[in-house]
């Protein structure tokens, strides 16, 4: 029973880390600064840049592969020329490294160009297939020992046979074998963010804190910030692991330097709208209770948003006014 419980709890925590890191490759900024700073291949400059295109809910995988429901795909552009790639991002949360990730990972770009030849018109049948970079972003604990090369894997008893074996590789990122000077280094917010998962002391975990804050207004679009800063707070009060408040994170990560809005405000005022909406709504019905509804389930999505940030139950009742016990039962059915 307890084992089992131990699986689910896991798994709670997979899906969520899952989750924060979709919503972290959702920014054509994030996969800029993927390919520069964390794979930088010399021929990754032939791409152009400016176009990278999420095509993830085009691709979802069957149920099969629950594993993979949450990973990445984009496609972008070669220069001067019609044709593209394909990108593919697995990440990977788990403790234990998959020896067999290259299966899984051919597994699926099977899928991806099973899918691209239903989608495509008679004419282009027999058009070759585009190429997919396969990109492992490992956050476990315990290093990558194991080969991103299929062919290592398969028994070659006769040498003469060595033709016929598959030749297929990933790209492994590997957040926690990089220091936190490895990742300070570059001008990026992503590179950044990560290197927070690499520091120890409150100390160390709050500069880092400033300098993504930093990076996030320097670097990013404007446009971009807001929703950005957002996801970056869920993700490094994830990985925070109690040296900073989730209090402390979202002040520090403020969104524009002229207002001094942050993130706490932001979802005041996501609650304020939701309220006033359920009053209009209410008025426009002549029933009191439309009013009532409008209004708790309004402070109810904003206490689940904040829960699955990480925050601190006594903030998250403050901010949604309702009762200690009421976020607790949320939390309870979050879990």
């Known amino acids: 029973m307890v084992k089992k419980n131990e699986n689910e709890n896991k798994k709670i925590l997979h899906n969520r880390f899952n989750s924060i890191m979709m919503r972290l490759f959702a ?63 697995h990440t990977e949360f788990q403790s234990t490294p998959d020896r067999l990730m290259p299966f899984r990972f051919l597994n699926y770009q099977y899928l991806v160009y099973d899918k691209i030849m239903d989608m495509r018109k008679k004419d282009e049948k027999d058009k070759k297939l585009p190429f997919i970079l396969p990109v492992l972003f490992y956050h476990g604990e315990n290093k990558w020992n194991f080969e991103t090369d299929i062919s290592k ?42 290197a927070c998962n690499n520091v120890k002391s409150k100390e160390e975990f709050t500069n880092a804190l400033w300098k993504v804050s930093d ?17 970056i707070a869920k993700y490094l009060s994830f990985i925070s692991k109690g040296r900073v408040s989730t209090r402390t994170i979202i002040d520090i990560i403020n969104l524009y330097e002229e ?26 019905k002549g029933i009191e209770k439309g009013i009532e509804k409008g209004i708790e389930k309004a402070r109810i999505e904003t206490a689940i948003e904040m829960l699955k940030m990480g ?23 979050l879990e």
């Open 27 to 89: 920014y054509p900024e994030m996969i800029k600064e993927m390919l520069i700073f964390f794979i930088g291949e010399p021929w990754l400059s032939k791409l152009d840049l400016d176009t990278v295109k999420d095509l993830s809910k085009d691709f979802i995988s069957p149920k099969e592969l629950d594993d993979f429901q949450s990973d990445m795909l984009w496609k972008i552009n070669i220069k001067d020329t019609k044709e593209e790639i394909f990108i593919y991002i």
């Open 153 to 194: 894997l398969i028994e070659i008893p006769i040498k003469e046979a060595l033709e016929y074996i598959p030749n297929f590789k990933f790209f492994k990122i590997m957040i926690n074998e990089k220091t936190y000077e490895e990742l300070s280094k570059y001008e990026s917010v992503l590179a950044a963010n990560f």
């Open 215 to 231: 990076l996030l207004k320097s670097t990013i679009p404007k446009e971009q910030q807001l929703k950005l800063s957002e996801d």
């Open 259 to 284: 207002d001094k809005m942050t993130l706490a405000q932001l979802f005041e005022k996501e609650k304020q709208e939701g309220i006033e909406e359920g009053i209009e709504k209410g008025i426009e």
């Open 311 to 333: 925050t601190e139950l006594i903030f998250v009742s403050k901010i949604s006014k309702l009762s200690i016990e009421k976020v607790r039962e949320l939390q309870e059915k």
